[in-house]
């Protein structure tokens, strides 16, 4: 697969592009439009490890709009202000995140460092936290249709915690193991109120 543009080099200033290529970290490029002009050995190990599927990783994915990738809008939003606002002023932007599977609790730790041409930006991603996640006290709850599906017919999940919203009571947002496995095809992104306050809030 392409993992960076042609120019991708000469853009990089301030940071070694072997320096990328070595770390174990996931690491990505974005130009200054956000889209992706890098992804590092890292990140394609991490992505095929964690069932990111061959078809996404094809040769259209340098040059897609990173935004477009993110769903949910007030998550898109999130990552699109900061990411702008890190290449208007210059300065670097650090923020932590959660990204579990079924099996382990996982937070992560993502530094964005400016270019020092102004022309992108490199994101980095390290692996802060991993726990078992019988070790979290996290209910798991059965994938009820009747408790998780709203009218609209799709199904809500917490794209930072990945819990799920129920329909009725949609201040309540429970584990459900099964759609963390396998996301249902009517599901839709969104963030759940104590992630969006405790994670996202400025
Ligand atoms: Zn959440």
Same mark, same amino acid.
């Given at each position: 697969m392409i993992r960076f543009i042609d120019n991708f080099k000469s853009k990089l200033e301030g940071i070694d592009f072997e320096t990328l290529e070595q770390s174990k970290y996931t690491i990505y490029g974005l130009s200054e439009d956000l889209e992706l002009i890098y992804v590092n050995p890292g990140w394609v190990n991490f992505a095929k490890e964690n069932g990111v599927s061959d078809s996404y990783m094809n040769d259209k994915l340098i040059g897609s709009s990173i935004i477009n990738a993110i769903d949910g809008e007030k998550i898109k939003n999130f990552y699109a202000e900061n990411y702008i606002n890190?290449? @208007?002023? @210059?300065?670097?932007? @650090?923020?932590?995140?959660?990204?579990?599977?079924?099996?382990?609790?996982?937070?992560?730790?993502?530094?964005? #460092?400016?270019?020092?041409?102004?022309?992108?930006?490199?994101?980095?991603?390290?692996?802060?936290?991993?726990?078992?996640?019988?070790?979290?006290?996290?209910?798991?709850?059965?994938?009820?249709?009747?408790?998780?599906?709203?009218?609209?017919? #799709?199904?809500?999940?917490?794209?930072?915690?990945?819990?799920?919203?129920?329909?009725?009571?949609?201040?309540v947002w429970d584990w459900v193991p099964k759609w963390v496995e396998n996301i249902p095809k009517n599901f839709s992104h969104s963030i759940c109120p104590i992630c969006f306050d405790y994670y996202w809030k400025k």
């Open positions: 890190v290449l @208007k002023t @210059k300065k670097p932007w @650090k923020h932590e995140y959660e990204c579990s599977s079924i099996q382990e609790y996982r937070q992560f730790h993502q530094n964005t #460092y400016p270019l020092k041409n102004g022309k992108g930006l490199i994101v980095t991603n390290t692996l802060t936290v991993n726990l078992p996640m019988n070790s979290q006290n996290r209910k798991a709850y059965d994938a009820l249709n009747k408790r998780y599906v709203a009218n609209s017919g #799709y199904v809500t999940q917490c794209s930072n915690c990945r819990c799920t919203q129920r329909a009725n009571e949609i201040d």
